[in-house]
């Protein structure tokens, strides 16, 4: 059982940055792991995706401003969010699958098993 807890967001004018966090405890060392959002009335999707190595994959929209990455002590999962739009605004999820080592984690939502809460970021112009 993998279970996770996000936060670090808020409201930030454009142009900000923002860091968000998720503290991970259960089989975290054997997940790919990912960051997703979901803006109101839109369908949640992936944002970036950090493999059992290490391993980054990202959505083309925040492709050079976001940056995935994770710590084994503490277990914790990060995205650093810079040159922020009010695009961005959204709820953020944290999300993990147990995954074998050399696989590619996705963005697809139906691939991760465990969820976090979630974490509002809003942006202002």
């Known amino acids: 059982q993998v279970q996770l807890v996000e936060s670090g967001g808020g409201s930030v004018q454009a142009g900000g940055s923002l860091r968000l966090s998720c503290a991970a405890s259960g089989w975290t060392y054997s997940s790919c792991m990912a960051w997703f959002r979901q803006a109101p009335g839109k369908e949640r999707e992936g944002v970036a995706t950090i493999a059992r190595d290490g391993k980054t994959t990202y959505t083309d929209s925040v492709k050079g401003r976001f940056t995935i990455s994770k710590t084994a002590v503490p277990d914790m999962l990060y995205l650093q969010m810079n040159s922020l739009k009010p695009e961005v605004t959204a709820m953020y999820y944290c999300?993990?699958?147990?995954?074998?080592?050399?696989?590619?984690?996705?963005?697809?939502?139906?691939?991760?098993?465990?969820w976090g809460q979630g974490t509002q970021v809003t942006v202002s112009s």
């Open positions: 999300a993990a699958v147990v995954c074998s080592r050399g696989s590619s984690p996705g963005l697809g939502r139906s691939e991760y098993t465990y």
